[in-house]
């Protein structure tokens, strides 16, 4: 009887207008995110602080993340759709208001973590409501749309942020961003269906904690090398904590009858493959959307709308590219996309570990641009194919895994990237007679950010290798 009412129930279920609402949530949380990217280096100058710690607006958003995503398989199990979406467009729309307010960087930092909250609610959500409601066949094709979407936030987020900081102030970036989360709270009112099975697994506080302390540890960890340096006691404390609580976290849930999240997912190969090819993307991606526009602006001396302008054809191929890529994984599989987009990716970060002050404007976009549809053909179909090989009941702990290797993988890159070019700015520097001579310490930035571009081309050459392993995993 219970099977019946659940049958009946999926078959009214609206997928269109779901979509929708959460390409809407997710589109706004993205542009907000990527469009202080470009205000950073406005920041640094505004709020007296150093490249190191202006990271943790990026990085302290992410720590949230990969502290709060890994519970998310949890709450989708207790709280129906309505009720987390509406819990997260309430963590957004409040952090957001904070960081309009904003009078000093601290304020804005704990702005931006009220935020992550609502992020890390909308992600996992999205991701596992578009499992749940779209069969195996269309979900490249709808993740491809979803790709386009949420694409297109990261392509005009620097060019608006740009104009607004050029001629009102980086402000402006929460207000617009404001409105539009409200809208979407509207749409999600009228539209937003409860369409996942409320089983309420026995909460288990041990694995919360020991998962918080892990992937916390971790994030926090690689966060602080950049001030701290990689051998301090805080960054190898943190790290030694977090993966020792990682691994207790990881025995803990093999041990358990339910576990908060069943580790059993990475027991399905193309789940695991997918895992790794997301990780080493998402490392990729965020790395070089906070390098490219510190040195087009601080190296090449480009205005912030100017560098936006640079940076959005890129962005809009990648969101071009998504939906054809969707209908191409739908069709043949990922192999002959996830392949080809590592050896793009590859050939054009070691072709940005060569870029200079002389570069040109439009090799900088033809190479952002080839970076970005290299992203496209990998990011999507390895997602897509990794959680189709999962069975229904897994796919909140495989969603709530990925998203989280996801964030923290963000991380990782943004802050590995941030302390490579710290590093090898005070390494040249120390080279140079006058290191306060303005053409040396363009000098310096240039050769950070070249060492960092090689950096992620050794990323994308492990991608490469984990690429030949992947085959379809479609359900015939």
Known sequence: MVTSNVQQEKQVIKTTPILITFLMAGFIGLFSE?????????????????????????TGYLLTLG????????????????????ASMFFSIIGTLVAALAPSFEVLLVARVIQAIGTGLMLPLMFNTILVIFPVHKRG????????????APAIGPTISGLLIEYLSWHWIFWISLALFIIALLFGIVYMQNVSDITKPKIDVLSIILSTIGFGGIVYGFSSAGENGWGSAIVVSALLIGLIALALFSLRQFKMPRPMIDLRVLGYPMFTLGLLTVFITFMIILSSMILLPLYLQT??????????LILLPGGLLNGIMSP?????????????????GFVLMAVMLWMLSTITAE??????IVMHSILMIG???????????????????????????MNTLQQVSGAIGTAVAITIMSVSQEAYLKGVTNPTDPSNIVASLTAGV??????????AIAGLIVSLFIKSSRVK
Do not use: C
């Not at 179909?381 to 009941?393: D, F, K, S, V």
């Open 34 to 58: 990527t469009a202080l990217n470009m205000a950073l280096g406005d920041l640094i100058r505004i709020f007296q602080v150093s490249p190191s710690a202006i990271q943790w607006l990026t």
């Open 67 to 86: 502290v709060l995503v890994p519970v998310s398989g949890l709450l989708i199990q207790w709280f129906s759709t309505r009720h987390l979406f509406f």
């Open 141 to 152: 094709t709808i993740m491809g749309l979803m790709g386009l979407v949420i694409m297109f």
């Open 299 to 308: 190296g090449m001396a480009i205005a912030a709308f100017t560098a936006g």
């Open 324 to 340: 054809i890529t969707g209908r191409i994984f739908d069709k043949y599989g990922p192999r002959g996309l996830v392949l080809p």
């Open 359 to 364: 570069t040109s404007i439009v090799m900088v």
């Open 375 to 401: 992203v496209s053909m990998t990011m999507m179909p390895a997602q897509t194919n990794g959680l189709n090989q999962l069975p229904r009941e897994l796919y909140p702990d495989g969603t709530a895994l």
């Open 450 to 459: 070249q060492d960092s571009f090689i950096f992620g081309f050794i990323l």
